[in-house]
Structure formats: structure tokens, C-alpha cells
């Protein structure tokens, strides 16, 4: 079993800053790509920023310059520093981590259950 918990989402004003962290425990074996994501009522959930399995970061363009995503060096925490917030950066935020249980099992998604953040004067 392996749990994915996102916290730190909250309610801030415009060009504020907020920063998620999200753990990961359980059954662990490895760890591969890592990555925030969110989603907005009626769309679909997007990539914010990621970890590749080389351990690269991406980007969207949208928060380029104003969001860093970070992580422990065991891989079992991982933050998003959110910096400038804007309205249209409203949305659930949601970890996701693909995990390797034992060396001989595949990796699969594990997402957290997401958290609220409000940019709004």
C-alpha cells in the first residue's frame, strides 16, 4: 500500500505565495516521475510541474518564473513554492507519484486527494 497526501492549500491574495508539500509513504521500493498537477471544475486535470525519471523539472508555461518544484533527496516528499499567484491559478492541486512496490512489480500512479488553492482579492 502506498499513500500519496498533498497539504498547504489555502486561500491568498493576489501576487501572494503559497507553498504545497506532498508525502509519500508506504510500501516504496522505488520512485520514479513525480509531479504536481491541478484541475478546475469542467476541465480537464493539467501538468503544473514534474520530475522526470531522470530527475529533470518541467514546467508549464503559465507558471514558468513563479512556481519551483522541489523534493527530499529519498523522494518521499515533494513541494511546489507557488510565488505571484494569480486568479487564474485557482484549482485543486494534486500530487502524483509513480512508485515501484518491490523490484519485481511495475511502477503505477499513485495521486493524492488534492488541495484547495483560492487566489482572490
Known amino acids: 500500500q502506498v499513500e500519496v497526501v498533498e497539504s498547504g492549500g489555502g486561500l491568498v491574495q493576489p501576487g501572494g505565495s503559497l507553498r504545497l508539500s506532498c508525502t509519500i509513504s508506504g510500501d516504496i521500493f522505488s520512485i520514479g516521475v513525480m509531479g504536481w498537477y491541478r484541475q478546475t471544475p469542467g476541465k480537464q486535470r493539467e501538468l503544473v510541474a514534474m520530475?522526470?525519471?531522470?530527475?529533470?523539472?518541467n514546467y508549464r508555461d503559465s507558471v514558468k518564473g513563479r512556481f519551483t518544484i522541489s523534493r527530499d533527496s529519498a523522494k518521499i516528499a515533494m513541494y511546489l513554492q507557488m510565488n505571484s499567484l494569480k486568479p487564474e491559478d485557482t484549482a485543486v492541486y494534486y500530487c502524483k507519484a509513480d512508485v515501484k512496490e518491490s523490484f519485481d512489480t511495475d511502477y503505477f500512479e499513485y495521486w493524492g486527494q488534492g488541495t484547495q488553492v483560492t487566489v482572490s482579492s
Open positions: 520530475f522526470t525519471e531522470h530527475g529533470e523539472t
